[in-house]
């Protein structure tokens, strides 16, 4: 791990990249959306064991396996169709360790790299002959209190770290966190895809979950948007400051109550027509930004995957698996209704994501450098990575400026990646902005502001936080 | 103002970049597509002050203060609904320099930088601390006989500046710079969007100017095409050697002449059908290839802008507030009728602009680098930038060669800016070439006949200036 | 000649350059896709002369001089429409290297760089004043042994030549070098787009042949699939590893054995209905991948060209003159069925190219990341280029590697370019490499091992050559 990683090899860059790196490398890390379970810090137990902790749950550790012919079940990746899963740990190490060298130079493995050596102390590659003594190493750490989750929260210096939750979620966790007396911030964020798509499997059962957790009889539109309203004010109450939509299409346009509630009433009865569910994701987006001028709940957008591309996969192992899939998408036209209604008020904030890069400078920097209440959100995903990020500020920065974003903020189930995802990010935005510095397009002063404004200041003034 | 600005820190391209930039920084500037006024050269009278001059009217500069939450209102943008407008200049700069640190690293604060630094001497760099020291220093050039309009033109070594104009615009500034006796070459381009596109608000009103103008009564599409003839003849009398179209796609299809025909009759009528609109301006593009090549003009094409997406604002703004978003384009289909009927004519030339980078490569460049009719015109708008440069090149040049582009040429309305955008152009093209000299790509005598073909051979024999 | 050519200017990461490509440089070539005619290695004569060798047959060379206006008559491409094209071979080389000049900076012109140099030892750069020297220099060596096809073969290094052959092309000319006592390695590929293509100009007459040359009665869509894989299984006795598919776009969609014996059907009889066409090509793409799976050959897909755009070309000229044009492509729905019902099988390969840049990092680069049977090709026809191949690698090595692309593989007719196309991309994926070293992003050992698969390892195990 060498201390000029990620920066240009250019000395009179890398000397500026350095003097920028410093300023930002200490700032407390935010991270107001992601994927970590609230029952990890509520329980604090012992993390299992290394592969259970960071093959077993990652999909991206096994997509990229399994894209080269190695089976999930090898993976010990479970199965919800009985199939037998491999249960033995060392094995499924043993073979991650043997096939490492696909992740060479992909994001995965950059995180890796830096987690087992500044996390677990490792200090040699990962190889298939050292497979089980780095097993080992990290199998002693798992086992002190140190590595206990609540520990490594403070030693990672998280300032606040957000969940992902559906709409009928009670929190419990996050109760419990509350109760226990821990100071470490661990906030909801508000999803309600699981209700809001009617598409979605099991959506009645989802439907009734929110009317139990709510008190709510949920029998039409009203009754459903009153309980959302209250869901809201309940996750508001544990710390939540923003709420997520992961929609097919960024489409949005407003129905009358009477269209609205005729298209919810089908859903309950099962007489769904063709275009019900987009026209309803459609309005209910609207209908969310409504809510968050009320409530102040930031809006997150995450359109634009094609969910369990690989239907094998599905049925054998579940959603999340590596098969989610990105399709083009739209803003210009599709944002046009929300923008519209809401997009000039000072009360709002919404946050738009990307899986498709080509609409970064034809659309969202455009959009950005002008609505005072929209945001562009980092590099998502397959993007969280340095080119991705690189590409990011060249199409973006200069039309929208690194102040119409929201700085770096990771997305990850991979609790003890995230330090190194926003060492990584840090690392290659102050080398962007110095090879900006080396070329005279701005200065240092310009310079530092920005790294700032990237690695915190953007997202703890835009999250809330 | 490092004299290294936008180079490459290598020093090896370093040097090779600033030979290729001395040989083409001091030629004259070609402006052959633009938007300031005629009127201001035919008056030649003192610009008011620094924010009249530089803010009010600059999309560029108050979409981006507004997009972080700063009224228009406050930036003094003229309204049209009666709500009253800040009128105090001192009040607009300042408001201005407490943020310009927004436009760091964008486009417009590389212009304005040289701008300030050039044109009105100012050192420092601007803030609000020494805003009103700025705006007095600046107030103090405009009110000298060297800052009028017509010296400027001569200082900026301006060997010609195209305004654009409506296709009933009688060019009475043209008529009247052209008998003041100043040998200016200020020039029309022919853009006839405001009759050619029936969606348009107050088609009608603008076919009535045109038969005015042209003293012929257009009552059907064979008096409209005459017209339409009719005005080109008198741009070009005025030293007119392009048109310009800013449709909203790039569809083009020839109909019968009774079919435009019965669209037109429809339009007149206030009769209009679904798809009347784009049918006619798909038709028109074709017509006005076929006219290029009777009378010699060039045909520009700028399409995939959705104009006005911000209801609000042009409902208390107007037209041009910033609120301009490019869509999605498609051209490999668009552009097959003309490109058939035309694209082999040796008389002709088609300019083809874009707002969707995704082009460049995958359609732009294969079609401008087989089509002898077609060259591609410069990164536009947001892409008149730094990387925006570097892009278009990176993605058009192996597959065109810079000998089918147009070379550089600015699209501004912010007269005083033109400079600073040829010489940033200069800079970053010199550099672009100075990697490929540096990577043995090309060899210095290729490097110095692009440099001098994108400075100003180009658009000099393209736009036959 | 530079010795550094194409690397970067950086010092450091030169040293790391040049390191890797001494290791990668030396290795023999494979080109598993290509468009050099077996004819000429059955017939082993000498090439004719430089101008029918390099200018006549290449439309990468005209398509640039008629983007500039000089007509392809004046090149010598011969006519279908029996107007004279010239027949002067020196005429034709002056005009050419009087704009040599427009090849700058473009692959063809580094590839005829390299060829001039290393191919026909020519020192000097091509100008109008030495066409004819070089003319002369080129004719003497065509004139010798040691340029005959078969001795550059030799000398090229070429380990494996794959020419590309319709689905009835009897391959006579493999069967004359099979049994010439030849050693080099020439094998067919099997794109039978002419007979599953319903649209394409005298598709009767093609299955015609495809019934003569099978000895099969092809009157129905069940003998259509016979006669299919009795070709296959003659591809296959002849060398072939391969299929490929020029398919409009990647859509695919399983039918039933009745509906594609009704379309065919129709066809037949001259009575194809609207959307037949599209729906059989999506079909028989399922049952391509199915006889993948039995036979063993890979797959590979080239989608996305409109074909003969220029109508005036195509009639005076005929196919493949340098107007096929990409148009925007789609993946992840389109390959949906395909990938479902084939992309999990251990047997199956198929290798998928793409026009449409956009669609490296959202579509190819997650679905190849995913799904074991799929392989990205490299960077294809207008991107095999230096830029080409640097943005196919931003796009796609942090998401899918390096191994889950098929390395470089060029796709030619112009013969002697070969050696010079695999030197450039062994360069630029070296320094490519090279950056990532010299940034810490990954080691020397990885960086070794990724080079030689770009080299040579990845297309020797995915083309099971």
Not at 417 to 438: E, G, K, T
Request: a negative charge; hydrophobic letters at 40%; one cysteine or more.
């Amino acid at each position: 791990m060498n201390e000029m990683r990620f920066f240009s090899p250019d000395p009179a860059v890398r000397k500026i990249s350095t003097e920028l790196y410093n300023l930002v490398k200490d700032y407390p890390i935010l991270s107001p959306h992601g994927h970590v379970e609230a029952q990890i810090f509520a329980e604090n137990k012992p993390f299992p064991d290394p592969a259970q902790l960071i093959i077993v749950p990652d999909h991206y550790v096994f997509r990229m396996l399994y894209s080269q012919g190695i089976d999930m079940l090898e993976m010990g990746v479970p199965t919800i169709d009985g199939v037998s899963t491999e249960k033995d740990s060392r094995k499924i190490w043993q073979k991650f360790a043997d096939h490492f060298y696909l992740f060479a130079g992909t994001p995965t493995g950059l995180w890796l790299d830096h987690e087992f050596r500044e996390v677990f102390g490792i200090e040699e590659k990962l190889t298939g002959s050292n497979a089980m003594n780095v097993y080992d190493a990290i199998q002693v750490c798992l086992e002190q209190p140190a590595y206990l989750p609540r520990t490594l929260f403070e030693q990672f210096k998280i300032e606040v770290l957000s969940t992902t939750n559906g709409a009928s979620d009670p929190l419990s966790d996050h109760q419990i966190i509350k109760q226990s007396g821990w100071t470490g911030r661990v906030i909801p964020c508000f999803r309600p895809d699981d209700v809001t798509n009617l598409n979605i499997k099991n959506w009645l059962a989802h439907i009734s979950r929110l009317s139990e957790i709510t008190s709510t009889n949920v029998h039409n539109y009203k009754t459903f948007i009153q309980a959302l309203e209250k869901q809201r004010a309940h996750f508001k109450s544990l710390g939540a400051t923003s709420t997520d939509h992961g929609v097919n299409n960024a489409y949005t346009k407003e129905l009358s109550v009477e269209q609205a509630d005729q298209i919810f009433q089908r859903a309950l009865q099962g007489k769904g027509e063709q275009g019900d569910a987009e026209r309803f994701t459609a309005h209910m987006l609207m209908e969310m930004a409504r809510m968050s001028i009320e409530d102040g709940l930031v809006m997150q957008l995450h359109p634009g995957s094609f969910r369990n591309h690989n239907q094998m996969v599905f049925e054998r192992f579940g959603a999340d698996k590596g098969a989610d899939m990105p399709v083009r998408m739209e803003f210009t036209r599709n944002l046009h209704a929300l923008l519209n209604k809401f997009g000039n008020h000072p009360a709002f904030t919404l946050i738009v994501f990307t899986l498709d890069e080509s609409t970064y400078s034809r659309e969202l920097a455009p959009l950005a450098g002008h609505y005072p209440a929209m945001r562009i959100g980092p590099s998502w995903w397959f993007f969280d990575s340095i080119q991705g990020m690189i590409y990011h500020r060249q199409k973006i920065l200069e039309t929208a400026n690194v102040y119409n974003t929201v700085g770096f903020i990771d997305d990850t189930r991979a609790y003890p990646s995230i330090p190194a995802r926003h060492d990584l990010s840090r690392r290659v935005d102050c080398d962007y902005l110095a090879n900006l510095v080396a070329r005279h397009i701005i200065d240092m002063e310009d310079a530092e502001r920005m790294a700032r404004a990237l690695a915190y200041d953007l997202s703890k003034k835009t999250y809330k936080l």
